[in-house]
């Protein structure tokens, strides 16, 4: 039975909230995304807390789209969000748009300005921010902020008529110019966008700012924590300030620390840069951060679950070691990956007394680590087998226990062989090597009395088929490359992508799509979306210990 962890700030607050019977026991969390982009690691951080805390206390999650801007949203993006969220292992109670609200949304802003807390500003961005003041001096009050009610009434509505052109006015909430906090400065509640919505068509030409869209949805869905990360810390007041004067349920705003990764950028932006300007293939690019990059690269829903819990949930902003994330995949890998052989730099082995043109077939299980070994499969043997060019070495040094003259190892699932020769070509290059082999080695019935300290991987040459083996790496050279100074894409590593070409056993031929392959003694490996029974292609997910050096 695994030890129970300790409770992280926001469990803690649910559990206080269920003994005290705050909202009648009930637990309601929701993932507001907005369908600008794809999801990355971190929004799978934030999924894994919304939807963990309703598993564990019984509750419910909503997935709402934030779907508030329609110049930077599609349909494209819902559709992959929803696919992500499934795959890493959840299921939403309701699938719901801030859109669906933009009616109710409208009463709520046309409520406040009958109040006079909210008023029609006909002032440019630059003169609204002018008047915002700074930090350490307060802002200053415009001729529009005393319009009357019945003015701001006729403007607001004509402002969702149509009359007026974008950026014409904003609707402003009436909160405090003096405020230390300047989000409570008369936030903008409403802007005009004459702009084709994704769902909503041409109905609207007025759209709610976020910060007024955002707590008033979660008033709407009664959703009992909204958790967002620590940059929204100065937006809670003026999301409690809507509430209280709406008068609507009063929905309450939790923080927490948003991911932070090793050579790993997290910006949706940044991200949509290296797309548009083709320093990766897509959003799905296996060296991205996104979940649908880490799914095509062989990263598992289990593995990403793991890495969440195991960083936890903070209240201070940190920078997690990549590393653990990888040492999240290798495990649960190294549990559930077949074992095949590949050979990614093959120089030829010619067994010299094994009969020319006989196969014989050989059996090796699927996976050791596990009881039974998961069934297994044949793999053919003959005299003319590839091998890793680093096995060999025409001057070994002592404690090289793999191939040179003289020495022997042992053929995984194979025989013992020994190293009688080599052929080089006329550059110098070693392209054969000859062996003789003991025939009473055999693995499962070695009678040989011969122990070899040295195990290879080969690929049988009659039988193997030829595969485009892409060997990634991490995208970015340095730790941290958001916070260097002057183009973070000058730190893009150029060599986080090697494309070879590789022989590997039959088997792989029928290689399953999203299942991981340990390619024995070389790494973890999934089957590419874009592979074909013509050409097989797979993706390096991880190598079998962490190789990165810090420079």
């Known amino acids: 039975m695994t030890e129970e962890r300790a409770l992280n700030f926001i469990e803690e607050i649910v559990e206080n909230d269920l003994q005290t019977g705050k909202n009648n026991g009930r637990i309601h969390t929701r993932f507001p995304p907005e369908p600008n982009g794809y999801l990355h690691i971190g929004h799978a951080k934030s999924i894994c807390l919304n939807f963990g805390l309703a598993q564990r206390y019984n509750g419910k999650t909503n997935l709402r789209f934030d779907d508030t801007n329609p110049v930077t949203e599609d349909t494209e993006y819902v559709e992959s969000i929803k696919e992500d969220v499934r795959w890493l292992g959840f299921e939403w109670a309701n699938e719901l748009y801030a859109s669906d609200y933009f009616d109710v949304l409208y009463a709520f802003a046309l409520n406040l300005v009958k109040q006079g807390l909210a008023y029609v500003d006909d002032s440019t961005p630059e003169e609204i921010a002018a008047q915002k003041g700074t930090p350490t001096e307060p802002g200053t009050p415009n001729q529009y902020r005393s319009r009357s009610i019945e003015e701001n009434v006729q403007l607001f509505e004509e402002m969702k008529a149509g009359k007026y052109p974008d950026g014409a006015k904003v609707l402003r909430a009436k909160v405090d110019l003096a405020s230390p906090n300047m989000h409570l400065r008369d936030p903008l509640m409403y802007r005009i966008r004459h702009a084709h919505h994704h769902r909503t068509g041409d109905k609207w030409c007025i759209y709610p700012m976020y910060d007024f869209a955002h707590g008033q949805s979660d008033a709407i869905e009664e959703i009992t924590h909204s958790i967002c990360t620590l940059e929204f810390i100065p937006h809670r007041p003026l999301y409690e300030w809507f509430i209280d004067k709406l008068e609507i349920f009063p929905s309450r705003q939790y923080e927490f620390a948003r991911l932070n990764l090793t050579y790993t950028v997290m910006s949706k932006r940044k991200l949509l840069q290296l797309v548009n300007e083709g320093h990766v293939e897509d959003w799905d690019d296996p060296r991205m951060p996104t979940i649908s990059g880490l799914r095509r690269r062989g990263y598992t829903p289990a593995s990403i679950r793991e890495f969440c819990e195991r960083i936890g949930v903070a209240k201070r902003e940190n920078l997690i070691d990549v590393g653990l994330l990888e040492f999240c995949i290798r495990e649960d890998l190294n549990k559930t990956a077949w074992r095949r052989m590949a050979v990614l730099d093959p120089i030829k082995l010619v067994i010299t007394n094994y009969p020319e043109g006989q196969t014989e077939t050989l059996h090796g299980e699927n996976n050791p680590e596990v009881e039974g070994g998961e069934g297994g499969r044949d793999i053919p043997f003959s005299n003319e087998l590839y091998i890793e060019r680093e096995d060999f070495m025409e001057v070994p040094p002592k404690k090289f226990f793999r191939l040179g003259v003289g020495l022997m190892v042992r053929l995984k699932h194979a025989?013992?062989?020994?190293?009688?020769?080599?052929?080089?070509?006329?550059?110098?290059?070693?392209?054969?090597?000859?062996?003789?082999?003991?025939?009473?080695?055999?693995?499962?019935?070695?009678?040989?009395?011969?122990?070899?300290?040295?195990?290879?991987?080969?690929?049988?040459?009659p039988g193997a088929k030829t595969a485009e083996v892409r060997l990634y790496d991490r995208l970015f050279k340095s730790e941290n490359p958001a916070a260097e100074e002057g183009d973070f894409k000058d730190d893009l590593n150029p060599n986080s992508l090697q494309i070879i070409n590789a022989f590997v056993e039959p088997d792989l031929a029928e290689a399953l799509p999203g299942k991981g392959y340990q390619f024995i003694r070389k790494g973890?490996?999934?089957l590419d979306e874009l592979s074909t029974d013509e050409k097989l292609v797979f993706n390096r997910t991880v190598t079998l210990k962490d190789g990165w050096v810090k420079k």
């Open 415 to 461: 025989y013992i062989v020994k190293c009688e020769s080599f052929v080089k070509d006329a550059d110098g290059n070693v392209t054969e090597v000859h062996c003789t082999y003991i025939p009473e080695s055999k693995s499962g019935n070695d009678t040989s009395g011969i122990n070899v300290k040295g195990t290879i991987h080969w690929v049988s040459v």
């Open 524 to 526: 973890y490996f999934t």
